[in-house]
């Protein structure tokens, strides 16, 4: 049996043969109102957008993206289903294909559901700010630990946004009536097998 060899760049955004990495929309949101109880937003919040938005395009620039479009989006609140209202995302949409930006890079705390449904709406990769800075440090890595660290902190990162990942290894059910648990799992019948 032939050992699987990983693509250690797969979770990266790569680089194209002149060097960049692609075309990309900065996003920055920007709550009209003070968020109760939430420190880092509020302190956050304390520097103008303007400055943000110019901040994450310049982070966006770090890793060879080509800026072709950068925009304030306000909010009265976060939506759970994709941070942003629904017109909005239709007028992104929009944009991404017009521009033919293959990257969204939005300056917030994105959870996993939110960066799915706005990649399926603007069938472009999203990546947050979070997923944007561990990109410039996996760029600028030289010793073999520094990399590892941020291979260590980009995996950590992932980790969340991993869905249904080694659901085809627990296809059988056990049990009868109304008890029974998963059954005999994928990687025991390899066991057996093998």
Not at 6 to 22: F, N, Q, Y
Not at 58 to 71: C, F, K, P, Y
Not at 98 to 112: F, T, W
Request: charge should be positive; include cysteine.
């Amino acid at each position: 049996m032939e050992e699987r060899q990983r693509d250690k760049r797969a979770d990266h955004l790569s680089l194209t043969p002149g060097g960049e990495t692609g075309r990309a929309i900065v996003i920055e949101p920007w709550l009209k109102r003070e968020v109760r109880g939430d420190p880092a937003r509020s302190q956050a919040e304390t520097r103008s957008p303007d400055a943000r938005l110019a901040e994450a395009t310049g982070l966006a620039g770090a890793i060879d993206l080509t800026v072709v479009q950068a925009g304030l989006v306000t909010l009265n609140h976060v939506r759970p289903a994709t941070y942003i209202g629904k017109g909005k995302v239709d007028e992104i949409a929009g944009l991404v294909k017009s521009l033919s930006a293959s990257v969204v890079v939005m300056d917030c705390p994105v959870s996993p559901v939110q960066q799915r449904n706005l990649e399926k709406a603007w069938n472009a990769k999203v990546i947050d700010r979070t997923g944007l800075i561990l990109e410039i440090f996996g760029r600028r890595a030289r010793t073999s630990e520094g990399a590892l660290q941020v291979e260590l902190a980009h995996l950590n990162y992932q980790r969340t946004r991993l869905v249904r990942a080694w659901t085809h290894l627990e296809r059988q059910r056990g049990g009868f009536g109304f008890l029974g648990g998963l059954g005999e799992i994928q990687l025991e019948t390899d066991c057996r097998v093998f």
